[in-house]
DNA sequence: GTCTATAAATGGATAGAC
DNA sequence: GTCTATCCATTTATAGAC
């Protein structure tokens, strides 16, 4: 069948998400897939080999997710943009979650992961300061713009284990994103003209995702 | 020897912070510390064992740093607490980056830390009130205050993960404690009256902690 | 592409001597 | 308290038939 390699990589992800990766697996899988361990490794050489393929797809989402953004920015693409992140972040929790082990045990996983990294701190870095050019925040020291861009990022990447883990939202059942964005949100409030705050908030309030 | 229990405790817990927790098991502990995997087994029934007598550590440190703070509240007593919070969570950076795996794992662990981290949240909310009503921090939303405290309990507790992860910090090096508590502290600094903030920022320069 | 069967290695844990 | 020896279960991965 030609969509198999597909068809694991979504049932691993399914697996890793409710149970962990740690304690998924590779008979697991094939497992779960009615399919043969043999087949499970004609297809990938390795558990490490899904995981990165997993990878890949968050990769490809997050780029898609912060395009280039139009001048003006308006509150609506704002939301829109963080709500779409917080999303991918929960449809691949196990990846955000684990990080530190997945990554520790990747070399070539963990520089990818650097590169992508740095071009999202780079395209939210260069968001504020289009906020900022446009009037619709106040300015900050440089380095606290970085600073600031940092925060958000590890907000929105660790939201989802901390309802987890912490608030004991269900592994099952979806979180409430919205909840998560209104936290990183709360970061940038403070700078935000009172009119653009108002409309980010709003913004949030009537926008459904996934 | 009447300190073996503590050695376990101590050698887990470097081989845990540098090798990461999936990575090591009972018998490596036990080599790392010229013991035996019986010697081993003797102190503690599992490896989850060895994990939850070093919860016990992080709780006792934990509360230890938090303790009531006296009014008023000085910029100096502020900034060592989240100095000295910020270098627990490094010095058991394992648990800190292995939360959601360690505590699925261990429903026992889990509960005990969800009690820990309502006491953390406790603590701050009412520390942030206290700051408030000395006059030396603007007032917030009450729902703001909760979500202010929440995101510096995230940027404090993922911070070294963050550090080790994205931008390289060696895993056998200290990592710059103070350019993680000047993040959390951003969080608070658009609230703090610019005097209080500054002497924050001064405090947080000069103070050592480890 | 997919299966069955199984090798090879590892890790958690225990028994029993000292 | 500590050691040696070892069992048992799990996990990764491969060989070879279909």
Redesign the pocket.
Known sequence: ??G?KERILDGSLELFNNRGVQAV???HIADHL??????L???F???EHIIRSLFERIDADARAVMAPLPTPVSPQQWAEVFLHGLDTVWRYRFFFANIVEIAGRDDMLASRLRALTRWILDWTTGAIDALIEQGSMTPLAPGDRRRLAENVFIIIWNWTSYAVAFRGESRLHEIDAREGVLHSMLLLMPYFEPEFAERVRAAIDRTTVG
Not at 34 to 39: C, E, I, Q, R, V
Request: aromatic residues 12%; positive net charge; charged residues 10%.
């Open positions: 069948m030609a198999t697996t590779t008979n009615n399919m043969s361990p043999g087949n490794y004609y297809h050489r390795s558990k």
